[in-house]
């Protein structure tokens, strides 16, 4: 892994969706350009969108070339655009090594949800998670990252709506194992004048890095955090998520009521239910007492389909059952519907794939 990461990152120039925008003004005055040329590549890359230094025509044509040499405008592109009967859209986008990643727009209200991925494949493992199946390929740029709501902010536009109006960072992959790039593409797409999408609708999932954890609450940033939590012991989350043997519960939930009292932000904790598994009410009951106290909500997720796990969704009727023992238990909890199933979309189901260019 390592050296692919090293040939990746040396064999190319950086993508110019990956810049903030005190990084570009630094990169025009290098290039003895203007300062006010700084904003109107950021504007063109960032509000109209641009995957090519040709589409900022206002930028003049000698500068063009010089950007052009140094950063990547086109550092991905759409391979495949999939949408489910249900009006989620999954993208499966290019990278320049080959690399394919995957992301997911989701319709509800009026409203869209992105959810992005950090990672090409994934180390953790987690056995309903059809992402690590393949292990881990390498991290995402920031630019890489962030391209990906560029491309379905085009998407939008051309039915309608300006952007998305959410991110998640849900995708392929473990964003706290990919920090820097993560927090800075989740910086560029915060940013004003660009997506400017808002910090309290932007949410980072990690499935218990606990160090990541602990980075995060003293970033100042207003970002949502998702801990993905699916059992209520450590003998069956060690099962479930290999991740739980590094960083067990006792660890987990520590970090995130530090988390909570540093920030002010609540946690919320994933739950995918699996029949047989962890759905039963011992396991709601132990999940109570898990959280008493904490400032958190809980998403139970019905179990996607995947080819490398046996499991399955339980029966609504236990599904419910379950939701009713945390609400009895005074826990904040929400039963989601699973999304984007006819596309492979749905939580778990985002793969790797590597293809040629």
Not at 174 to 202: C, F, M, Q, W
Not at 217 to 233: M, R, W, Y
Not at 274 to 284: F, S
Request: glycine share 8%; aromatic share 6%; with cysteine.
């Amino acid at each position: 892994m390592t050296r692919r990461l090293q040939a990746h990152a040396g064999a190319s120039r950086p993508a110019a969706w990956g810049l903030l925008p005190d990084e570009w003004r630094r990169a025009c005055a290098e290039l003895g350009a203007p300062a006010y040329r700084a904003a109107q590549v950021w504007h063109g890359l960032q509000e109209r969108l641009a995957g090519a230094w040709e589409e900022i025509p206002v930028l003049p044509a000698p500068l063009r070339r010089e950007l052009a040499a140094r950063y990547d405008a086109a550092a991905l592109a759409v391979s495949e655009a999939r949408e489910a009967p249900d009006g989620v859209c999954k993208f499966l986008s290019l990278c320049r090594d080959g690399e394919a990643v995957e992301s997911v727009l989701i319709p509800a209200d009026g409203r869209w949800t992105l959810c992005v991925s950090s990672q090409a494949g994934c180390a953790f493992g987690c056995v309903f998670c059809a992402s690590g199946a393949a292990g881990l390929s390498r991290n995402l740029e920031a630019g890489e990252i962030a391209g990906q709501a560029v491309l379905a902010a085009r998407w939008l536009r051309e039915r309608g709506v300006e952007r998305p109006h959410n991110v998640v960072v849900m995708g392929m992959g473990e964003p706290l194992a990919n920090y820097d790039s993560v927090l800075k593409a989740l910086r560029i797409l915060n940013a004003p004048g660009g997506l400017t999408i808002g910090a309290r609708h932007i949410t980072i999932s990690t499935c218990g890095v606990v160090p990541g954890i602990r980075r995060l609450a003293e970033e100042g940033v207003q970002f949502e955090l998702s801990v993905s939590l699916h059992a209520p012991d450590d003998a069956l989350r060690d099962r479930l998520m290999p991740v739980n043997k590094r960083w067990p519960l006792a660890e987990l939930l520590a970090a995130c009521r530090d988390y909570t009292a540093r920030t002010g932000r609540i946690v919320t904790f994933e739950y995918t239910l699996v029949a047989g598994v962890n759905d039963r009410p011992e396991h709601a009951a132990e999940l109570v007492e898990r959280l008493a106290g904490a400032k958190c909500r809980v998403n139970l997720i019905p179990l996607s389909p995947v080819a490398e796990y046996e499991g399955r969704a339980p029966e609504p009727a236990a599904c419910e059952a379950f939701q009713r023992a945390l609400e009895k238990g005074r826990i904040h909890v929400t039963l989601r519907r699973s999304r984007g199933g006819g596309v492979d979309a749905a939580c778990g189901q985002l793969r790797l794939r590597r293809m040629e260019k």
